[in-house]
């Protein structure tokens, strides 16, 4: 999912100027006053990922305020993946996170706010700014199961476990896990947990004079938790997770009214 992001962040906003799609220096445009934004967010980080949608309102050139939600996968820092392979010695490999014993998900909703240097509607070229938004979170919390050999009066067979005190000797044993069960073991075993989030970061807008938005931001994030989150069994689990992420922005701007003229 992050390489994919990448890739994504990349065509998105450099492959357009390659292209030659970008307007001449000496363009003459309508300027336009535009009233609000409606955009979405593909977003990585340390340690997960995350979808977003934003309604905002122009206020200036200069600031745009704007609701913010988003859902995404956060990790603890310390998860190791380990492949292995399969029964049938046929190449194909199993992956499986060691010592996970849930999965966190994150619904966040909040307020952000972001506050250029230069007017969105001036010259050609990107916008640069700052953005800061935040909120609350609900985090949802699903069972990690494992797919593990197991000995039932001398046969061997195969079972779909999560963990738990009496089984964590089993949980924990690498020569009998063949790898994750499928993502929907669990999925109505949820439990949650409240939190806040923060983000505060660089945004540049390469569609500035444009109806459509098109920005990358970067930053860092905090989400924080009013205990420690039981993510993993074997290694420490925490109640701040700090991420430096990057946001890969695409929407539209829409107006009720056209304004001046603008010379490039």
């Known amino acids: 999912m992050k390489?994919?992001?990448?890739?994504?962040?990349?065509?998105?906003?450099?492959?357009?100027?390659?292209?030659?799609?970008?307007q001449t220096p000496y363009t003459v445009r309508k300027g336009i006053i535009?009233?609000?934004?409606?955009?979405?967010?593909?977003?990585i980080?340390?340690?997960?990922?995350?979808?977003?949608?934003?309604?905002?309102?122009?206020?200036?050139?200069?600031?745009t305020n704007y609701l913010h939600f988003d859902f995404g996968?956060?990790?603890?820092?310390?998860?190791?993946?380990?492949?292995?392979?399969?029964?049938?010695?046929?190449?194909l490999?199993?992956?499986?996170?060691?010592?996970?014993?849930?999965?966190?998900?994150?619904?966040?909703?909040?307020?952000?706010?972001?506050?250029?240097?230069?007017?969105?509607?001036?010259?050609?070229?990107?916008?640069?700014?700052?953005?800061?938004?935040?909120?609350?979170?609900?985090?949802?919390?699903?069972?990690?199961?494992?797919?593990?050999?197991?000995?039932?009066?001398?046969?061997l067979t195969l079972d779909n476990i999560k963990y738990s005190e009496e089984n964590e000797d089993l949980f924990l044993d690498q020569n009998k896990i063949l790898g994750a069960s499928a993502f929907r073991k669990g999925i109505t075993e949820l439990s949650f947990i409240p939190g806040a989030w923060f983000r505060a970061g660089v945004t540049v807008d390469q569609g500035a004079f444009e109806k459509q938005v098109r920005a990358i931001n970067a930053g860092i994030s905090l989400d924080l938790y009013p205990k420690r989150v039981p993510i993993m069994v074997n290694r420490r689990n925490l109640f701040l997770y700090p991420n430096f992420y990057v946001n890969l922005q695409f929407g539209?701007?829409?107006?009720?009214?056209?304004?001046?003229?603008k010379e490039n």
Not at 45 to 63: A, E, M, P
Not at 252 to 261: A, C, E, L, Q, V
């Open 3 to 22: 390489n994919f992001l990448i890739i994504l962040i990349f065509g998105y906003l450099v492959l357009p100027d390659l292209l030659g799609q970008g």
């Open 73 to 91: 996968l956060l990790e603890n820092p310390r998860e190791q993946s380990i492949q292995r392979s399969n029964l049938q010695g046929n190449g």
């Open 93 to 155: 490999f199993s992956s499986y996170t060691y010592g996970k014993q849930k999965s966190l998900w994150n619904i966040r909703a909040g307020r952000g706010m972001v506050r250029y240097f230069s007017e969105k509607a001036t010259k050609k070229g990107a916008a640069i700014g700052v953005r800061i938004e935040g909120g609350l979170l609900l985090g949802l919390l699903k069972p990690y199961y494992l797919k593990v050999l197991k000995n039932h009066d001398g046969n």
């Open 34 to 43: 535009y009233k609000q934004e409606r955009f979405f967010d593909l977003a």
């Open 45 to 63: 980080h340390s340690n997960g990922f995350y979808v977003g949608y934003n309604l905002g309102k122009i206020r200036t050139y200069y600031r």
């Open 252 to 261: 539209t701007r829409t107006t009720r009214s056209k304004g001046f003229d």
